[in-house]
């Protein structure tokens, strides 16, 4: 099968559609598909071709310094138009909805061929970047009726979890949607499969004391991304005064990091508080073997990537009580939920009694529940999707 995915954000760029894409990307290559990329270029210079067979172009779009630097590029490119009439692609698979996913359904009309959507992003979460506030309610009415009108428009559509579904059910959708959770490489982020010496080096930059707990958040360092509730739970649980030495690290880059850093010095817990920055993400898997314990606070996700990797990666989820982890955490048997900062600190006092046996019987079944996020099993579902597709536009 030839399938072409667009979509507005691809690694290196560090979120979660980018994350789902590429997954995406290798499991169908991998499985002796054909499978292009059209997406943006970071450095927003001309079109790039780049992976293996040029099957990765980059168009070139606009910076959008107040929407995490992000590129928007324009809804049509004749050469990339060109390309694709060439390829001949069986179907387009769709993963945003800016100008990239917009020039996705222009190539299927064009080509009279299938579209699948996915619905990545609770968009209605991000519309303050836009709006600042301004007539926010009429921006969030006009997007429920776009989702309404891409669940018409597209030959199959996809939501991550069944908490997008019921979302999509209360705002009108009335369209058959597939639940498709991304797939995961697993043993990416097995400690096994981890340099010893390579975690022991970075422990060592940023002078990670070898007894203490650590706590970690991982993840675009964003307003959604509630990480100030974190540093306030953690303030609350080190004003105990904890016998045992702990540090909170935060792994990642965004738009709300510097603010962070100053909440962390107005709390007075700079010194047990580090900031790593943005990393590359084909190093994540090592930056979750700094943490003991992962910490989350959003509930803004769709189906929750991060949480799966750090399951994979032996750590202990604490998340703030969302629906759309109850596949994922069961409360005191694979992780904690809490619900809000005092609760968090009153957990992570918990967490400190925790024995270590009882600590790996809540991994091993958490490790079992994320069996089926599998990349095998991510194939399958979305082969099946494409299937129902191509049955349609026959």
């Known amino acids: 099968m030839k399938v072409v995915l667009f979509s507005d954000t691809f690694p290196p760029e560090r979120n979660g559609v980018a994350t789902s894409c590429r997954s995406l990307y290798r499991t169908l290559r991998k499985h002796g598909d054909t499978c292009y990329v059209v997406t943006t270029n970071p450095e927003g210079r001309g079109i790039q071709r780049e992976g293996e067979d040029g099957s990765i172009i980059r168009l070139p779009g606009i910076l959008l310094r107040h929407l995490y630097n992000y590129r928007a590029a324009t809804f049509y490119s004749p050469s990339t138009m060109k390309i694709l009439k060439e390829l001949k692609p069986d179907l387009v698979h769709i993963q945003t909805?800016?100008?990239i996913g917009q020039f996705g359904f222009l190539v299927a009309r064009s080509l009279h061929i299938p579209t699948v959507y996915t619905f990545h992003t609770m968009v209605e979460d991000y519309t303050y970047y836009v709006t600042r506030g301004v007539f926010d309610r009429a921006a969030k009415g006009i997007v429920r009726t776009y989702i309404r009108h891409m669940s018409l428009t597209a030959n199959e559509f996809i939501t991550p979890s069944e908490k997008i579904r019921e979302y999509m059910r209360t705002i009108g959708v009335d369209a058959h949607m597939n639940i498709v959770p991304t797939?995961?490489?697993?043993?990416?982020?097995?400690?096994?499969?981890?340099?010893?010496?390579?975690?022991?080096?970075?422990?060592?930059?940023?002078?990670?004391?070898?007894?203490?707990?650590?706590?970690?958040?991982?993840?675009?360092?964003?307003?959604?991304?509630?990480?100030?509730?974190?540093?306030?739970?953690?303030?609350?649980?080190?004003?105990?005064?904890?016998?045992?030495?702990?540090?909170?690290?935060?792994?990642?880059?965004?738009?709300?990091?510097?603010?962070?850093?100053?909440?962390?010095?107005?709390?007075?817990?700079?010194?047990?508080?580090?900031?790593?920055?943005?990393?590359?993400?084909?190093?994540?898997?090592?930056?979750?073997?700094?943490?003991?314990?992962?910490?989350s606070a959003s509930i803004t996700e769709t189906q929750g990537l991060t949480f799966q990797e750090a399951i994979a990666a032996h750590l202990l989820l604490v998340a703030r009580y969302d629906d759309a982890l109850l596949e994922t955490v069961k409360d005191g048997e694979t992780g904690f939920f809490y619900v809000d900062e005092h609760d968090l600190a009153l957990k992570m006092q918990g967490l400190l009694l925790l024995s270590p046996s009882k600590k790996k019987e809540m991994e091993e079944k958490a490790l079992e529940i994320i069996e089926p996020y599998s990349m095998e099993q991510f194939y399958k579902n979305i082969r099946r999707v494409y299937d129902r597709a191509l049955r349609k536009n026959w």
Not at 194 to 216: D, G, H
Not at 222 to 228: G, L, P, Q, R
Not at 250 to 279: D, Q, R, W
């Open 97 to 99: 909805d800016a100008g």
């Open 183 to 295: 797939g995961t490489d697993f043993s990416l982020f097995d400690p096994q499969n981890i340099s010893k010496e390579e975690i022991r080096e970075l422990k060592n930059r940023y002078e990670i004391p070898r007894e203490a707990l650590t706590f970690l958040f991982l993840g675009r360092i964003a307003k959604e991304k509630s990480v100030d509730l974190l540093l306030r739970g953690y303030a609350e649980f080190l004003s105990t005064k904890p016998k045992r030495e702990t540090r909170f690290v935060i792994v990642g880059g965004g738009p709300a990091l510097e603010e962070l850093k100053s909440l962390s010095m107005e709390l007075g817990i700079e010194n047990n508080v580090i900031f790593t920055g943005a990393v590359n993400p084909d190093v994540t898997p090592l930056y979750y073997q700094l943490g003991d314990i992962f910490l």
